[in-house]
């Protein structure tokens, strides 16, 4: 199940209120500063997994939603945050690139 907080519903209305609506995807966004729960515009792909809420659809490749669930998404005023029950590295663990987070 995927679910999205009320004051998370109220601000993606508010972003398409001037646009087309879109469909959202959550996916795994690996990064320096480790694998995190992301969002984009996206268009639906065989395999997905679908699930509306507040008129706006929510996209999730199958398997990772099968590892990720049940996932909340909740708007915290300065950005939106995911939850999920994946276990989730966090910090720099491996770019160790100078000027990086990692250095």
Same mark, same amino acid.
């Given at each position: 199940m995927i679910t999205v907080t009320e004051s998370a519903q109220k601000e993606i209305k508010a972003y398409f209120a001037d646009k087309e609506l879109k469909p959202i995807r959550i996916f795994l966004n690996n990064g320096c500063g480790g694998a995190q729960l992301a969002m984009a515009l996206d268009d639906k792909r065989t395999g997905d997994a679908v699930y509306e809420v507040g008129g706006v659809e929510y996209l999730m490749e199958h398997q990772l939603f099968e590892s990720a669930k049940p996932v909340e998404i909740n708007f915290l005023g300065m950005g939106f945050k995911i939850d999920s029950s994946l276990?989730? /590295?966090? %910090?720099?663990?491996? &770019? %160790?690139?100078? %000027?990086? &987070? &990692? /250095?």
């Open positions: 276990q989730l /590295s966090s %910090g720099c663990s491996s &770019c %160790g690139t100078k %000027g990086s &987070c &990692c /250095s």
